[in-house]
């Protein structure tokens, strides 16, 4: 299982730094070409555009799999291992129910805009409403592994209900450490002299 996690996020890291590549080459391409020759590529803007939803959208399971978005935990961080599972299942089931909601809708979206085309690209519009398909089934695959993991796995609810901490709380209780290893580091090296 953790090596096809690792070929699947290998793939999505792929595909996110393809996005941000081509967008960059078509964005720099176009200023070159409008400046230097007075031409332009006609599509190269909405083909950004069309990547950069692609690579937000990607990024946003990416995120998911690697607990990086936004979280709060003080409640969840004071309960008893037996309620942090239940209210872990709870959240989880509704994130379920919320991407199956945006399942169906990218379905529909995706299906009417099959026959619609972009005014610059060409490409049908459910190219862009197909974000929507990849993201909630890549979403609630992981939703419902994080769910048989916090069910299953003992100690895992622990990893699951950790929120990662943010940059300000890690600069802020760096100094503090810091502070704390020096005035233990004098206590030893003072120890150490009155022994002598």
Request: hydrophobic share 50%; net charge neutral.
């Amino acid at each position: 299982m953790k090596r096809i996690g690792a070929v699947l996020e290998k793939a999505l890291n792929a595909l996110m730094a393809f996005c941000l590549a081509f967008m960059s080459i078509l964005v720099f391409g176009n200023v070159v070409l409008r400046y230097a020759f007075n031409s332009g590529i006609t599509w190269s803007e909405e083909m950004s555009r069309f990547l950069f939803i692609w690579m937000s959208f990607l990024g946003a399971v990416g995120a998911l799999k690697d607990h990086d978005h936004l979280g709060v935990d003080t409640l969840v961080r004071k309960l008893p291992t037996g309620a942090k599972r239940v209210v872990f299942v709870i959240s989880n089931a509704i994130v379920l129910y919320v991407l199956y909601l945006l399942l169906d809708g990218s379905w529909k979206m995706t299906m009417s805009g099959l026959e619609s085309k972009a005014p610059a690209t060409g490409l049908p519009m459910a190219f862009i409403y197909g974000t929507g398909l990849v993201v909630s089934i890549g979403m609630g695959l992981i939703i419902l592994y994080h769910l048989y993991q916090a069910l299953f796995r003992p100690g895992a609810i622990e990893e699951l209900t950790r929120m990662k901490e943010s940059e300000e709380e890690i600069m802020t209780a760096a100094p503090v450490e810091h502070e704390a290893a020096e005035w233990a580091h004098g206590r030893t090296q003072g120890a150490a002299g009155g022994e002598r």
